[in-house]
């Protein structure tokens, strides 16, 4: 018997996935082709059947063509398949390969009368309690792809920019950012030589889940100078709005030897439109997009380009300057225009964000300098500005961005060791605890500051996925973990 000519690359172990299939040049007439992955559509016509199959590689399916329709009769939506064929042009509009199959063997059946993902529009309700199937969908498979392709942007983006990646902990013995919201953790009860009552004990020191890494980048950033990490971060926070997780990833960076907020806002506008721009023509962001109506996504597609591509820098506005006009905004609106009214020394709201996002600026928004009462202990004191301790700000910014509000928070930290403990005081935190902290700044401290992105907020925004519980494959919330 004649040895069959599989198509297959002599590079890899592994056989080509559909997307690499319908990408590569044209096979050979004779060549046969194997492909894996689950049937996602199956029509059956007298002569011929066709069926559309999925390895999840790409947001296009590959059409499979059974002029035998034999050899489909056991193939229905869901089904686990490996179908060897030739790979032809594709006579059919909107794809431009089918497979013409010649032989099939089912790997896994699904029962289509019990099968969860039907192929009715399934709302995201109903997947966020299918979970554990919910990758099957079309929107679900093009977020994983986008988050894919986000992550190797960022990587590319702070590669080219001199930075190393760095592994930081996940458990750790501080609250980076002293709001509360850690998850405390503790050896599981089945472990004999410990037990609930005494949760520290593993460790001799409470441990909890880190809410943000960026303390620890600060150490290494000591020796390493630029830093940056992509890790999963854990806030035990209670909201329950489209933008917060309790389990969420942060892209933080940290980097020696800057004394200047311009440059870290710089930093954060240049990662993003880079990130924009690769993703200006990605298939994923199109599949994503075209769930709005055409109108909407068409706008909201070249709002996005726009940003990118935007000839000056994105706004920057003080604290100050926002409290001013936000409380104009309000005084000027007849009933005030927000819930909250905005007043010097107190927290933005969301819906202050969001305005001046959405409404005053139309655009991303760098909103700098706030009030140190409202900021952790690590932000860099700003010189006095005349207006006594109470009107004391700090070297931070937020950048907020239209229809999401805060997407990056960062700040100079403070490198004075004298000034950094005052903070501690200040924010009654235990100077002994942050001893490690405190050498940073004794020996050879550098002026340095850094941000986190929230990576979730970022796919949200840059998809129109409305909220970031679609963001993540499995998504953890108060009162909410279902695998
Ligand atoms: O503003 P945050 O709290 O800043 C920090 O944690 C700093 N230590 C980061 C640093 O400077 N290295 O959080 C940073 C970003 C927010 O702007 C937001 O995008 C995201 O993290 N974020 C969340 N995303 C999803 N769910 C939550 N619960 C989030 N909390 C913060």
Redesign the pocket.
């Known amino acids: 018997m004649l040895a069959r000519r599989f198509l297959s690359s002599a590079s890899s172990p592994l056989a080509p996935t559909i997307r690499q299939l319908l990408l590569s040049p044209p096979p050979p007439p004779a060549a046969c082709v194997a492909v894996n992955g689950w049937v996602k559509s199956i029509r059956r016509q007298k002569k011929v059947a066709f069926a559309v199959i999925s390895d999840g590689s790409s947001d296009a399916g590959l059409q499979a063509v059974f002029t035998d329709i034999n050899l489909a009769k056991n193939l229905t939506n869901g089904a686990s398949v490996r179908l060897q064929g030739t790979l032809a042009d594709s006579p059919g509009a909107g794809q431009e390969k089918e497979l013409k199959v010649s032989e099939v063997e089912v790997l896994g059946e699904c029962d289509p009368e019990r099968y969860p993902m039907q192929k009715q529009a399934l709302t995201v309700e109903y997947l966020r309690d299918h979970c554990h199937l919910r990758a099957r969908t079309r929107e679900i498979g093009a977020m994983l792809r986008l988050r894919d392709s986000t992550t190797r942007a960022i990587h590319g983006y702070f590669e080219d920019n001199g930075f190393i990646h760095v592994h930081t902990p996940i458990i750790t013995s501080n609250d980076?950012?002293g709001a509360g919201e850690t998850f405390r953790i503790a050896p599981s009860s089945s472990d004999a030589s410990t037990s609930d009552a005494k949760p520290s004990e593993y460790f001799n020191h409470p441990a909890y889940l880190t809410?943000?890494s960026?303390l620890h980048l600060e150490a290494v950033a000591s020796a390493i100078s630029r830093v940056y990490t992509l890790s999963p971060c854990f806030?035990a926070?209670r909201s329950q709005t489209s933008?917060?997780?309790a389990e969420?990833w942060?892209l933080?960076a940290?980097w020696a030897f800057t004394s200047s907020l311009t440059e870290l806002c710089d930093v954060v506008e240049h990662a993003i439109r880079h990130v924009l721009r690769t993703h200006a023509a990605s298939p994923d962001m199109d599949a994503l997009w075209k769930q709005h109506p055409p109108a909407t996504s068409e706008a909201k597609r070249a709002e996005l380009q726009s940003y990118a591509d935007a000839p000056q820098p994105w706004t920057r506005l003080t604290y100050t300057d926002a409290v001013d006009v936000l409380a104009a905004h309000h005084a000027q609106t007849p009933g005030g225009a927000f819930v909250f009214p905005p007043a010097w020394g107190s927290s933005l709201q969301s819906e202050h964000e969001r305005w001046l996002a959405d409404t005053y600026v139309r655009g991303p928004v760098f909103v700098t300098d706030y009030p140190a009462v409202l900021k952790p202990f690590y932000m860099r004191l700003n010189d006095s500005d005349g207006g006594g301790k109470e009107r004391q700000t700090v070297a931070c910014f937020?950048l907020l961005v239209p229809g999401m509000g805060?997407?990056?928070?960062?700040?100079l930290r403070e490198e004075r060791t004298g000034l950094l403990e005052a903070a501690l005081e200040r924010h009654g935190l235990d100077k002994a605890d942050y001893a490690w902290y405190l050498d940073l700044r004794r020996y050879g401290g550098a002026p340095h500051g850094?941000?986190?992105?929230?990576f979730?907020?970022l796919i949200s925004w840059m998809s129109g996925i409305e909220s970031?519980r679609e963001c993540i494959a499995m998504p953890r919330w108060a009162g909410r973990m279902l695998l």
């Open positions: 980076c950012e809410v943000s960026q806030r926070e933008r917060h997780l969420f942060m933080e940290e937020d805060e997407l990056v928070g960062g700040s850094g941000f986190g992105l929230g979730e907020r970031v």
